[in-house]
């Protein structure tokens, strides 16, 4: 047509708020200890105190484990969890997931592993098979995944399906095709690790392709793959997770000072993008919780 031009615009990534980027901070884990990054939280106040760091700075969910007092590990103490848990459901609107892992190497009872879901989080992991991890065996059995995923289902808790390897997604597949899981299943790829699935984008691609087309998911890049794996996620229209558990470094050689940090980083990339950041409520229609009255 004389005199017409057509003109471009950039895709609107925001024009659906589901397309909005959930920024999981993962605060403590349970191995790395202050030798390694002195920035590492310890006590309930220390991780309550991060994680409002982390919902000042921009993000929706936090990753929850707590610390014994007196070896710096984690455990699964009900108390020490309420600890934390309570304060940041009175001074935030955070989606809480909290952890069943316990430990790499160390077989806890399945009740003490189970034992955070009596706090009645929105979201609990739910580590889909076992692997060599953390210099030891991080054992998940199916007698043990079919009892967590049962549990879950009663008490109202989104698993957080965490991804090792492709074998996992067959099983939570499996545990949902028994009735054990409800879709829409929400997935964490963990990627990076030493005996685990690679981080890189063709690892990703094959892990997306197994996964149900309901399905939501997020990826965390271990050590030096946390922010590479966390661009293309961003990019792929994913959700992600960063946070010391997971890298103590926030460039080469250069230690994190907070979570929050790593936070603030994503904020940045991702409305540099154009996606902008889920709030909290947001969060939870993505992933098909409950809204807060």
């Given at each position: 047509m004389p005199g017409y031009t057509e003109m471009t615009r950039e895709p609107d990534h925001n024009?659906?708020?589901e397309n909005r980027l959930i920024i999981t901070a993962a605060i403590t884990g349970s191995r790395n200890r202050r030798d390694l990054s002195p920035a590492i939280p310890y006590t309930p106040e220390e991780i309550v105190q991060s994680s409002i760091e982390c919902w000042d700075a921009g993000a929706s969910m936090v990753h929850l484990h707590v610390r014994d007092p007196d070896t710096g590990l984690g455990t699964q103490d009900r108390e020490l969890y309420r600890q934390v848990v309570e304060p940041l459901r009175a001074r935030t609107d955070l989606v809480l997931c909290l952890t069943t892992s316990g430990i790499a190497g160390r077989n806890l009872p399945y009740e003490d592993r189970l034992a955070s879901l009596d706090l009645a989080p929105e979201l609990a992991s739910l580590d889909a098979?076992?692997?060599?991890?953390?210099?030891?065996?991080?054992?998940?059995?199916?007698?043990?995944?079919?009892?967590?995923?049962?549990?879950?289902l009663q008490q109202g808790v989104k698993p957080e399906i965490e991804v090792f390897d492709s074998g996992m997604i067959t099983a939570a597949v499996g545990l949902r095709d028994q009735g054990h899981l409800a879709d829409p299943l929400h997935f964490q790829f963990v990627l990076g690790t030493p005996w685990g699935a690679r981080a890189d984008p063709?690892?990703?691609?094959?892990?997306?392709?197994?996964?149900?087309?309901?399905?939501?998911w997020s990826i965390i890049g271990i050590g030096k793959n946390h922010l590479p794996m966390s661009t293309i996620a961003l990019a792929m229209g994913g959700h992600i997770r960063v946070g010391l558990e997971d890298n103590i470094y926030y460039s080469r050689g250069v230690l994190a000072q907070s979570n929050a940090q790593f936070v603030e980083r994503i904020v940045r990339l991702s409305r540099e993008y154009g996606r902008e950041v889920a709030t909290p409520d947001e969060t939870r229609v993505i992933l098909g919780l409950s809204t807060q009255a």
């Open positions: 024009s659906n708020p098979g076992s692997i060599n991890l953390g210099g030891g065996v991080f054992s998940n059995p199916p007698d043990f995944l079919e009892m967590a995923a049962r549990k879950m063709k690892t990703l691609l094959f892990l997306l392709d197994m996964i149900p087309e309901s399905a939501t």
